[in-house]
């Protein structure tokens, strides 16, 4: 599954006569959501939409070492929407394609240690790159874009769980310099991929408005 998926679910949408939504909200782990619903019954409906907008950038300083660390979050899904109950409560599955990573890079002065040994970063880089996968299944629950008369504007909200698991790679100068090996570059690796391994979901939200027609 790929990106276009979300673009035929868009069009297949689109081109239906049936009352639309298309909706508009604030979350995480995009800033803000837009996005293109289709009612399809009282119990089904359809939906795409993207999320992004978060780009964080941030420089910091500890025991000397200087540090840029940053963070950004881009998602496009494609949902079916089940109202058991036939009214707006939803549950929701679907997949998202994702661009979510964080990447920190140590440059130049202090000390730091790598699998447990300390070294002089004068001069030398060591970078972190933290990435969820490209593509992931989502499971949430929501309310709006049930079938309905009604015209105009409207709310909706979603929660869910988009399931995956988080990378980390490295990269540094430390081993060409030889002032550690790379299976000490590796053993620190591995211990950050450790402490990323109970981190299976990454929680999702947005609420906001509709507008149906």
Same mark, same amino acid.
């Given at each position: 599954?790929? %990106?276009?998926?979300?673009?035929?679910?868009?069009?297949?949408?689109?081109?239906?006569?049936?009352? $639309?939504?298309?909706?508009?909200?604030?979350?995480?782990? #995009?800033?803000?959501?837009?996005?293109?619903?289709?009612?399809?019954?009282?119990?089904?409906?359809?939906?795409?939409?993207?999320?992004? !907008?978060?780009?964080?950038?941030?420089?910091? @300083?500890?025991?000397?070492?200087?540090?840029? /660390?940053?963070? %950004?979050?881009?998602?496009? #899904?494609?949902?079916?929407?089940?109202?058991?109950?036939? #009214?707006?409560?939803?549950? *929701?599955? !679907?997949? =998202?394609?994702?661009?979510? %990573?964080?990447?920190?890079?140590? *440059?130049?002065?202090?000390? =730091?240690?790598?699998? @447990?040994?300390?070294?002089?970063? =004068?001069?030398? @880089?060591?970078? *972190?790159?933290?990435?969820?996968?490209?593509?992931?299944?989502?499971?949430?629950?929501?309310?709006?874009?049930?079938?309905?008369?009604?015209? /105009?504007?409207?709310?909706?909200?979603?929660?869910?769980?988009?399931? !995956?698991?988080?990378?980390?790679?490295?990269?540094?100068?430390?081993?060409? @310099?030889?002032? *550690?090996?790379?299976?000490?570059?590796?053993?620190?690796? $591995? %211990?950050?991929?450790?402490?990323?391994?109970?981190?299976?979901?990454?929680?999702?939200?947005?609420? #906001?408005?509709?507008?149906?027609?």
């Amino acid at each position: 599954m790929n %990106k276009q998926l979300a673009i035929i679910v868009l069009a297949a949408l689109g081109a239906s006569a049936q009352a $639309q939504d298309s909706y508009i909200g604030l979350g995480l782990p #995009g800033v803000f959501t837009l996005g293109y619903a289709q009612p399809l019954s009282p119990s089904w409906g359809l939906r795409a939409d993207y999320a992004g !907008g978060l780009n964080i950038s941030k420089d910091g @300083n500890q025991d000397g070492v200087n540090a840029v /660390g940053s963070f %950004k979050a881009n998602r496009l #899904g494609a949902y079916a929407d089940w109202f058991p109950f036939g #009214g707006g409560f939803r549950l *929701v599955g !679907g997949v =998202t394609f994702n661009d979510i %990573k964080a990447e920190l890079n140590a *440059v130049g002065g202090g000390t =730091t240690t790598i699998n @447990n040994i300390p070294v002089d970063m =004068t001069g030398q @880089n060591f970078s *972190v790159a933290i990435k969820f996968p490209a593509t992931s299944p989502y499971v949430g629950i929501g309310y709006g874009h049930h079938k309905s008369d009604s015209k /105009g504007m409207g709310f909706y909200a979603d929660f869910g769980l988009m399931v !995956g698991s988080f990378t980390a790679t490295t990269t540094t100068s430390l081993v060409t @310099n030889n002032l *550690v090996t790379q299976a000490d570059v590796d053993a620190q690796t $591995q %211990k950050m991929r450790d402490s990323l391994g109970s981190l299976t979901v990454l929680p999702s939200a947005s609420i #906001g408005l509709l507008y149906r027609y």
